[in-house]
């Protein structure tokens, strides 16, 4: 279990997401933000969560 944040590379909050045990390692995101709106193409920055506490920055590209 934990929890998905999704940024701009500005520090703009675009999504949020949650994961439980049964999808943990993958999860499929529609490439919406809060609004339900497609994001940009451009450079995305992630952080998550796990519900242990372990967290990672990852960095990832959108191409539309």
């Known amino acids: 279990s934990g929890q998905i ?3 701009t590379l500005s520090g703009e909050r675009v999504q949020q997401l ?3 045990g049964n ?3 993958t999860l499929t995101w529609n490439g919406r933000n809060f609004k339900g709106q497609p994001i940009a193409s451009g450079v995305y ?3 998550v969560k796990g519900e242990d506490g372990s967290t990672a ?3 990832f ?3 539309r």
Do not use: C, T
């Open 5 to 7: 944040r999704i940024f």
């Open 18 to 20: 949650d994961f439980i």
């Open 23 to 25: 999808n943990a390692g």
């Open 45 to 47: 920055f992630s952080y």
């Open 57 to 59: 920055v990852l960095k």
């Open 61 to 63: 590209g959108v191409e």
